[in-house]
């Protein structure tokens, strides 16, 4: 089963969250599973469109409590790793979709981008790091985070 | 979504794939979904197992690519960790069966029983270590890792 | 600089006290560094004979706050991974001498055994799994432990 | 004993190299510890640096051998996390300097300014990350870098 991650802000307002459902329902319709940090905001609203579309979803959580997790998550994985759980979302991930973003955000791109993984950035203040990707819109973002896998 | 964790040798003979096959299938036949370390033997014989009654299953990795899951893993989570990801297959399942297994099975066993988690061994030569709950069938052992979960 | 590792449990009475700090001492006067958990009993008792004997002291904490440490340590490095730490205590060592101990202690030493180090148990209760070799002193411990290093 | 990170490219020119030996130099001559990523290019420099003033360094390894180090690691930790172990220098520093780098250094940029650790930037590419703050010498660096410890 193909895996997309969807990363970005722990806190947001009604358009980044819009976008990051919209993203999450987009990953689901197309038959992938959507892993994320499991915890509020965009990871959230990613979560619920995914389950909205009827798909499966992942949540590596920092703390070691699977109900940290938020209700939309199939399968929490408590990590016990605070903010060291970043590489595992991005290592879970074939490509990732990062929308608006803080400082752990950009610690997985630059990981998912070391690491040679395909980051796309959707209304993300990151998207002049060297080597990301940007879309104007979830379908964009969903599509290009699709492409067939690099070798 | 509960997660029963199977965990055991890398190689398994006849007896031990049957009961460890048998063990995913009663996990995924009472709607929970099996997590375990990905790779072959007891891992392997697990996942097919719930595969066969239409379960869900994770695969936690100790490489850094999804490939290496065995063919039955759902979603595989590649964790470029080696041994050390061993903490997060336990961390991952709030119950653990043991068959079989090694010294990489022990650490599990142990890093299970430190963190509160409950041990349920099958046919596993670990049985004697303090906190182990042992169980004589596969239908023992899920009935006793999906007991009503500890607070 | 050689590293040798002292695990064990985190109260220790008299003997066991005793025994992990002469340990210690002897690790330092042979010219080799000691990593431990960096808690308390047996790793403290083991630092702080280390550092009687002007040794050097590494501290794999399991929280994130260097404050944690044992007043023995030199360099202490908060992992935040909880018990999850106990697989770079023993990647850090190049063997480990095992003093009492719990599940913890014996997380670390089949991780120990599981990645090909060398354990030592010195009036720990695992000394009966196999692989681990058995010492009656601190000096046989640390002679074992200090063997020339396998290749 | 104080912890100062140095991260930074794996392999640097002259002038890089030049400033990340005399960023070594200047922390070992303030007492404190070095850690690093323990391989080549602004890593090696600094260690270099630090062992010609007397100091202490450490090499966070992402590989499972000790002999990966560079030659001017006391200490090295091998992990076996890959880029995953990036967390783990940032957690080891109280505070970082970063010399140039690629997106390696950026996610140890970004993780340290999620988990509240001051890092200064020295001729780094990253500079203009919100939080990082510039330093145009190796004395501003390390001053900067050692000023007294956030509470």
Same mark, same amino acid.
């Given at each position: ?6 990363? $970005?802000?722990?806190?947001c ?5 819009? /976008? ?9 319709q197309?038959g ?5 940090? !499991? ?8 979560a619920?469109g995914? *389950?909205?579309?009827? $798909? ?10 699977? +109900? ?6 199939? /399968?929490?994985?408590?990590? !016990? ?9 991005? +290592? ?7 929308? !608006?973003g803080?400082?752990?955000? /950009? ?9 040679? *993984?395909?980051?796309?950035?959707? *209304? ?14 979830p379908?964009?973002?969903?599509? *290009?985070a /699709? ?5």
């Amino acid at each position: 089963m193909r895996i997309i991650g969807v990363i $970005g802000t722990s806190e947001c307002g009604a358009e980044l969250c819009g /976008l990051a459902r919209e993203v999450g329902r987009l990953i689901a319709q197309r038959g992938a599973a959507l892993v994320c940090g !499991g915890l509020g905001g965009v990871m959230e609203a990613a979560a619920r469109g995914a *389950k909205e579309a009827g $798909g499966l979803t992942l949540g590596i959580l920092p703390g070691d409590e699977r +109900r940290e997790a938020n209700a939309y998550i199939d /399968l929490a994985i408590p990590t !016990g790793m605070g903010e060291g759980r970043n590489f595992l979302v991005v +290592r879970s991930a074939e490509a990732l979709i990062a929308i !608006g973003g803080g400082h752990g955000t /950009l610690s997985e791109i630059a990981l998912a981008l070391k690491t040679g *993984k395909r980051v796309i950035g959707l *209304k993300t203040p990151w998207e002049d790091v060297p080597g990301v990707i940007t879309a104007q819109t979830p379908e964009e973002a969903v599509e *290009k985070a /699709l492409l067939p896998e690099q070798p």
